[in-house]
């Protein structure tokens, strides 16, 4: 079964720091590998999508078959930033089920 | 577009009633929907799928007989929770999947949350 493992289950950093929120994967097949993002009182939103290979607000993931990792990163944090991102994957072609990462909260301070 | 509603936002019900949940499609149309579960300071965990005009899938440990799923129409699917108990005090999320488009993103609702007495 697959699973998708977030280390860290708080981050806080400096506003203009660099980020990186870490997502470890465990798939035997070739997976579809996410990030979403919940603000505060917000729902849960897609920020973006390994396939795409986009750069949303700032952050970028980059798929890391050999290392199993989805790690997503902004070189340069703001406040705004501030919220719970999960990671997540399905396992490809028509199965689109997600699993989730526990999720890890991101504090941007001032 | 592709906005996905629930109501109602907040429920509160004794022991042993039930209780359904709504998941709406407002702007397309979804064949599959997605239902979770999501403990307090805990992750989302997928609880079933479900496909319009046919049975829901469950995931594994999830009992089909305690929460029914009905995804009758093309915009709604329902989640009765039956002979609710405290445990099953959650928040229970929705997300449903825009098939117009070529990749695999769902859109979430904005959760129920239930409180078992």
């Known amino acids: 079964a697959q699973r998708v493992t977030q280390p860290e289950k708080l981050l806080s950093v400096f506003k203009g720091a660099p980020v990186e929120l870490k997502c470890n994967y465990s798939y035997s097949g070739s997976p579809e590998l996410f990030w979403y993002v919940q603000y505060s009182r917000q729902r849960l939103q897609l920020l973006l999508r390994h396939i795409s290979r986009e750069s949303i607000k700032g952050f970028t993931a980059d798929l890391n078959k050999g290392e199993t990792s989805f790690h997503l990163k902004k070189p340069f944090a703001q406040e705004e930033d501030s919220a719970m991102y999960y990671c997540a994957l399905s396992r490809g072609g028509s199965n689109y089920k997600l699993t989730f990462g526990k999720g890890t909260l991101l504090t941007v301070n001032p | 577009g592709a906005v996905v509603s629930q109501h109602p936002s907040r429920v509160i019900c004794k022991s042993g009633t039930s209780v359904k949940i709504e998941c709406r499609s407002l702007?397309?149309?979804?064949?599959?929907m997605f239902w979770y579960r999501q403990f307090p300071k805990q992750s989302l965990m997928l609880m079933a799928t479900s496909n319009e005009g046919s049975k829901a899938t469950y995931e594994q440990g999830v009992e089909k007989d305690k929460f029914l799923i009905n995804h009758a129409s093309l915009t709604l699917s329902t989640l009765t929770v039956t002979s609710a108990h405290p445990e099953d005090s959650s928040f229970y999320i929705c997300s449903a999947r825009d098939e117009t488009r070529s990749y695999n993103e769902q859109f979430f609702g904005p959760g129920t949350r239930l409180t078992v007495l």
């Open positions: 702007d397309f149309q979804a064949t599959t």
